[in-house]
């Protein structure tokens, strides 16, 4: 499925509306949401890092770090990786959001993939370049399966990334069904001890899983 030009503007007006500080958010009758503790034992997650075994990145961003990553953005994190970089399924399921056709450097749209969990989770891996999405809507990939590309695509702040993060449902903001779906925090399994999440500013090696 094309990135519809309507959807990406509209999924980029929501993402700096949330970078806000609550007080704002308030004001002006915005729902506000917590920093979340993780509540799972890191070893146990059903996660892995999103890329491939063998390889590490730096992660830029990290829960409720502050900037794209507060309030509704507050869970979920930012690694730092040349556009082109292979991304992996961090866990099995089901693609539900699959866009493409954004060009790197575009502020105002973005390529990205949604993948539909057993338990209605959905994990979002956004930022692709153009021509980077691998999959399809309604094609099932297995945990450390290639899925895409990194790229430079939407509100990157100029820095080439791959954003994860988790959400409750499918209905993300600036898609066609949108809905509250804001982030849940998780951890990894297959990189050094995380059990409150990653931490910004440092690598992480993915390790066999």
């Not at 500080?21 to 308030?26: F, M, P, T, V």
Request: proline letters at 5%; charged letters at 15%.
């Amino acid at each position: 499925m094309g990135c519809r030009t309507e959807y990406c503007i509209a999924f980029l007006s929501i993402f700096l509306l949330s970078c806000k500080e609550d007080s704002d958010n308030k004001d002006q009758n915005v729902p506000v949401y917590s920093c979340m503790p993780v509540t799972n034992d890191w070893e146990s997650s059903q996660y892995i890092l999103p890329y491939r075994v063998g390889s590490e990145y730096f992660v830029n961003q990290a829960n409720c770090s502050g900037f794209g990553h507060s309030n509704f953005w507050s869970h979920g994190y930012d690694f730092t990786m040349n556009i082109g970089t292979s991304i992996t399924a961090s866990r099995s399921g089901t693609v539900g959001w699959a866009t493409d056709g954004c060009a790197d450097g575009n502020t105002a749209c973005t390529n990205l993939i949604t993948i539909i969990h057993d338990d209605g989770t959905v994990a979002l891996y956004s930022h692709l370049t153009n021509g980077g999405v691998l999959v399809s809507p309604g094609e099932v990939v297995e945990m450390g399966d290639i899925i895409g590309r990194s790229g430079n695509t939407g509100n990157t702040g100029g820095l080439p990334h791959l954003h994860f993060s988790v959400h409750p449902c499918n209905q993300l903001p600036g898609l066609s069904n949108a809905g509250d779906c804001p982030t849940i925090r998780v951890n990894f399994r297959n990189t050094d001890p995380n059990p409150d999440g990653l931490e910004p500013k440092r690598f992480y090696g993915a390790k066999d899983f």
